[in-house]
């Protein structure tokens, strides 16, 4: 009874570790993790700087609509002064002056757009959709940088769970030399027990050396991840197991409207329907008002600078580009619009995939914590045998390696099980 107290209390101590260690050390949480990639990563930023790029596109787009105004100025010289010729009755033949040699001019021109059949405003649409869509690639660079990071946190969590476990079995190996050698001494077991168990000792020191490699690899890699030297100390919290709620259909339906890969396509879609409205509607009538004040001088002309206003017309009638460009452009929407069906089932899959995973995953708890309960037992009764010549040192040592595998797996199951939560997370779009 005393031992079975003492496994569980063991078992208790490997579960809330990294909380331990946080209340202690102040371990790193998975939300702290993503903080510091987000303020580091250059993919971010480029993102963020074409969001940036595609909002001034939209201010661009909506000041078509405004006035635009133009200031001409220029000083012409010429060799002579242009002259006019006139025949008076009689058939005399005169000249006379029209402008001098040396002449300024100067016009400021205002021109407001009155009807463009509709292509300034998709002009402004097509650039929404655009920075939409930027917007959401940027959530999306986001979102996968955040599931990269989870999965090396994890990494490296599962794999100290591995080294605890590891030395662990080493300290219970050890004790079980100890126990052999002792029994050795005293000729009770024979020299093949004592050196089987040095053995199983050696062989577990060098799993443990492989789990403490892998560790200060997967800790390296966290490190760059984080943008930070790689020899950075790792001391990392046990991440909060927050399940989305609601049945399969209700995270498919809820996938489908915050899964920023899906709203990118969507939204570019629109951009190009935009797009080729613009380019067909170019080929419609376009009136634009205009007006401003002309000065041009010349004292030969009785009135050097006047106002002006006209209303003017322009209709491209034929042209044999512009058509097959929006069509161009409907063909690539189209190809979107696919691709966009396609990420639609794609979704509904990982939706079922990462659930069938959470159900599997709680049920493997389930079972391997009653696993390592009968294990712990077993070990017991094994060692207890063997130390009344009841039992073979065989028999300890697999028992050894059943208390170290049924411990193993659990610690599997615990970081799957928080994985394929991330995972669904992800898959939805909250991560």
């Known amino acids: 009874m005393q031992r079975n107290s003492i496994d569980y209390i063991f078992n208790l101590i490997f579960f809330i570790i990294n909380g331990i260690l946080s209340n202690i050390t102040q371990a790193e949480t998975l939300e702290q993790a993503w903080n510091q990639a987000f303020n580091a990563n250059h993919s971010i930023r480029a993102a963020n700087a074409q969001t940036q790029a595609a909002d001034q596109e939209l201010y661009a787009a909506e000041g078509q609509n405004l006035p635009s105004i133009n200031i001409d100025t220029s000083y012409t010289q010429l060799s002579v002064d242009p002259a006019a010729k006139a025949q008076f009755a009689g058939g005399q033949n005169a000249q006379f002056p029209t402008a001098q040699s040396g002449y300024f001019k100067s016009q400021a021109l205002i021109s407001i757009p009155v009807y463009s059949s509709d292509q300034i405003n998709s002009n402004i649409r097509a650039a929404q959709a655009n920075l939409n869509a930027n ?54 077991v024979a020299r093949n027990d004592l050196l089987a168990a040095g053995v199983e000792q050696a062989n577990a020191e060098q799993q443990l050396l492989q789990f403490s490699t892998h560790l ?94 006209n209303l003017a017309l322009q209709w491209k009638l034929f042209d044999g580009s512009t058509q097959h460009k929006a069509e161009s452009l409907l063909q690539q929407a189209n190809a979107l619009n696919e691709q966009r069906e396609n990420l639609i089932s794609l979704i509904h899959f990982e939706i079922r995939q990462a659930w069938l995973t959470i159900q599997e995953t709680q049920r493997r708890l389930k079972v391997t914590r009653q696993a390592i309960v009968q294990a712990n037992e077993n070990l017991q009764v094994a060692k207890d045998r063997y ?9 300890v040592l697999k028992a050894e390696d059943l208390h170290i595998t049924s411990h193993d797996n659990h610690n599997t199951a615990v970081y799957d099980a928080i994985a394929a939560i991330l995972q669904m997370r992800y898959t939805i779009g909250i991560l």
């Open 135 to 188: 917007y959401q690639n940027e959530l999306t660079i986001r979102l996968t940088l955040k599931k990269q990071i989870a999965d090396i946190f994890l990494t490296v969590l599962r794999t100290e769970g591995h080294v605890i476990v590891a030395k662990k079995h080493i300290d219970s190996l050890k004790n079980h030399y100890q126990e052999v050698q002792h029994l050795f001494e005293q000729g009770v």
């Open 216 to 309: 200060e690899i997967a800790k390296a890699n966290y490190n760059q991840l984080l943008n930070r030297p790689l020899n950075t100390k790792v001391e990392l919290q046990l991440p909060p197991q927050i399940l989305p709620k609601g049945g399969l259909n209700e995270l498919n339906h809820k996938a489908l409207e915050t899964r920023p890969e899906l709203t990118v396509l969507t939204q570019q879609l629109q951009a190009l329907t935009e797009q080729a409205r613009s380019l067909q509607a170019s080929l419609l009538p376009q009136i634009s008002l205009n007006g401003g004040y002309k000065f041009e001088e010349n004292r030969y002309q009785a009135y050097q600078g006047m106002w002006l206003v």
């Open 387 to 395: 130390h009344q010549g009841l039992a073979t040192n065989t028999e």
